[in-house]
């Protein structure tokens, strides 16, 4: 819900949500861990997700209204 959350603010409008019940394959919780990654390569994630669903926001508008 906060990725939700932030792209309505990126867009500037409120997303229409049809929220069901859990289907049958759904994952209840996930986690997203990059320890191993960085302890492997020392990537350390920097990007707030308001930042990187920002960048990704305006570009995706861009790209879909030069190719309209």
Same mark, same amino acid.
């Given at each position: 819900?906060?990725? *939700?959350? #932030?792209?309505?603010?990126?867009?500037?409008? %409120? @997303?229409?949500?049809?929220?069901? &019940?859990?289907?049958?394959?759904?994952? &209840? @919780?996930? =986690?997203?861990? #990059?320890?191993?990654?960085? %302890?492997? #390569?020392?990537?350390?994630?920097?990007? &707030? *997700?308001?930042?990187?669903?920002?960048? =990704? @926001?305006?570009?995706?508008?861009? =790209?879909?209204?030069?190719? @309209?």
């Amino acid at each position: 819900m906060r990725y *939700i959350e #932030v792209l309505e603010q990126c867009l500037g409008r %409120k @997303a229409k949500l049809d929220l069901l &019940p859990m289907q049958p394959g759904d994952v &209840p @919780a996930t =986690f997203a861990d #990059v320890g191993e990654l960085q %302890k492997s #390569v020392g990537y350390k994630p920097q990007t &707030p *997700i308001e930042v990187g669903v920002g960048r =990704f @926001a305006e570009w995706y508008q861009d =790209f879909y209204r030069k190719s @309209a």
